[in-house]
Each structure stands twice: as structure tokens, then as C-alpha cells.
């Protein structure tokens, strides 16, 4: 078998490149043992992490491989491995984000916002979905239930909440709330201060208006 130790990432720029290396020293005194293939496990799937092996280089006893055209937004687990004659050896398993990217596709939409950690913000429907919903079967007053214009998600959960006790709805906050899309199910209503900065940098980037996000 094999020590495995110092098992590292470094993410470049653009986010989608990553170095991965690791120290390993043999276990075994001797020095007549073959090794067939050594490099990184590396999926989004912890389940299926044995199914894309990549093969490194070793330089001493550090094994390394840097890894391109990763997934934006997303969550990587890897590990590295080393197969002889006698079986396959694995390391532990470590994680690493890579970035949110402008523009880019995560999370069943389009990015349109990303905070100052650059592993967080918002997307847009990357489909439009044009659907008539009323606001709310009833007259309200919804300025009386939302106090800030810049959370979403918080105001279309009081909008919900409040019509929770009533016979009248609130079909649009429902549509969004309900809606799911590619298995993400956290959409909501835009709030006033979201969806400007939204619309502008669609139009500006070529796609039609959409007005429903995630965050």
C-alpha cells in the first residue's frame, strides 16, 4: 500500500482549471513493485467518483495533474489513487467550488449576479416562461407586507405566508415557489432590486427578458 499526504487543490483563472497534487511514499521495502497507473478521481458525484480517473504526473514523490473545463458553480470531490500489480490504493477524499461566472449556466439558469466571494449570487430562468398569474385573488396590500426590496425570496414567503390563513391566493408567488427546473426547486418572485440589475445585464448580453431567479 501507500502513505498518501498533502492532498491539495489550486483553482486558476479562469475558475474552470484546477491543480491537484499529493505526496505518496510505499509502504512496502520493496523496491520490484509495478505500478500500472497513478492520478486523480475526480466527479461532481461523490457515488460515481471511480468513473473518471485522470492520470498524473509524478515528479519525486508528488503526484500532480491539473485539470481543466470544470463545471462553474459547482462542487468537485477527488481523490488520488495508485494502482500496482496487487490492487488499486486510494487517498481520502477532499472537496473544492469552483466560481460563479457571469453569464454563465448553473443551477437550471443563468447567472446574473455574483457576490463578493465570487461562489455565490442569483440566476434567471434559461427559459422564458411566459405564464399569465394573478398576483392575488383578492385586493391587498403588499406594501404593507414588504418592508425591503432587494430579497426575493423573502417576500414572496410572506406573500405566501399571509395567504396561507385565507380562501384568496396568491397565484404568481405560488407558480414560482412550485416551479422546478432541472431539479432545483428554490425560484421565487424578483424583487424590485433584483430584477433591474437583472434585465440589464440579459439585454446587454443578447437574451430576452426573464423575470424569475434563484438564489
Same mark, same amino acid.
Not at 1 to 25: A, K, R
Not at 102 to 122: C, M, P, R, T, Y
Not at 196 to 215: C, F, H, M, W
Given at each position: 500500500?501507500?502513505?498518501?499526504?498533502?492532498?491539495?487543490?489550486?483553482?486558476?483563472? $479562469?475558475?474552470?482549471? !484546477?491543480?491537484?497534487?499529493?505526496?505518496?511514499?510505499q509502504k512496502s521495502t520493496s523496491a520490484n513493485i509495478?505500478? /500500472?497507473?497513478?492520478?486523480?478521481?475526480?466527479?461532481?458525484?461523490?457515488?460515481? /467518483?471511480?468513473?473518471?480517473?485522470?492520470?498524473?504526473?509524478?515528479?519525486?514523490?508528488?503526484?500532480?495533474?491539473?485539470?481543466?473545463?470544470?463545471?462553474?458553480?459547482?462542487?468537485?470531490?477527488?481523490?488520488?489513487? !495508485?494502482?500496482?500489480?496487487?490492487?488499486?490504493?486510494?487517498?481520502?477524499?477532499?472537496?473544492? %467550488?469552483?466560481?460563479? !461566472?457571469?453569464?454563465?449556466?448553473? *443551477?437550471?439558469?443563468?447567472?446574473?449576479?455574483?457576490?463578493?466571494?465570487?461562489?455565490?449570487?442569483?440566476?434567471?430562468?434559461?427559459?422564458?416562461?411566459?405564464?399569465?398569474? *394573478?398576483?392575488?385573488?383578492?385586493?391587498?396590500?403588499? %406594501? &404593507?407586507?414588504i418592508t425591503r426590496f432587494d430579497d426575493g425570496l423573502?417576500?414572496?414567503?410572506?406573500?405566501? &405566508?399571509?395567504?396561507?390563513?385565507?380562501?384568496?391566493?396568491? $397565484?404568481?408567488?405560488?407558480?414560482?415557489? %412550485?416551479? !422546478?427546473? &432541472?431539479?432545483f426547486d428554490d425560484w421565487f418572485l424578483p424583487d424590485?432590486?433584483?430584477?433591474? $440589475?437583472?434585465?440589464?445585464?440579459?439585454?446587454?448580453?443578447?437574451?430576452?427578458?426573464?423575470?424569475?431567479?434563484? &438564489?
Open positions: 500500500g501507500y502513505n498518501f499526504s498533502n492532498l491539495s487543490h489550486s483553482l486558476n483563472e $479562469p475558475t474552470t482549471s !484546477v491543480d491537484l497534487s499529493v505526496q505518496y511514499i509495478n505500478i /500500472l497507473e497513478q492520478g486523480f478521481l475526480i466527479s461532481t458525484n461523490e457515488s460515481s /467518483l471511480g468513473n473518471n480517473r485522470i492520470l498524473g504526473s509524478i515528479s519525486g514523490n508528488t503526484l500532480q495533474k491539473q485539470i481543466n473545463d470544470l463545471n462553474i458553480s459547482s462542487t468537485y470531490y477527488y481523490q488520488a489513487f !495508485v494502482e500496482n500489480e496487487y490492487g488499486l490504493f486510494k487517498s481520502e477524499i477532499e472537496t473544492f %467550488n469552483t466560481k460563479a !461566472v457571469l453569464g454563465g449556466l448553473a *443551477q437550471g439558469g443563468i447567472i446574473v449576479e455574483v457576490d463578493a466571494s465570487g461562489f455565490h449570487g442569483k440566476v434567471v430562468t434559461s427559459t422564458d416562461y411566459w405564464v399569465r398569474k *394573478q398576483w392575488s385573488t383578492e385586493s391587498c396590500g403588499f %406594501n &404593507d407586507l423573502e417576500a414572496t414567503e410572506k406573500i405566501l &405566508d399571509y395567504f396561507s390563513a385565507k380562501t384568496a391566493s396568491a $397565484p404568481a408567488a405560488e407558480y414560482c415557489f %412550485n416551479l !422546478v427546473i &432541472d431539479g424590485f432590486d433584483e430584477i433591474r $440589475p437583472a434585465q440589464i445585464y440579459l439585454s446587454n448580453a443578447g437574451y430576452k427578458q426573464k423575470v424569475l431567479e434563484t &438564489d
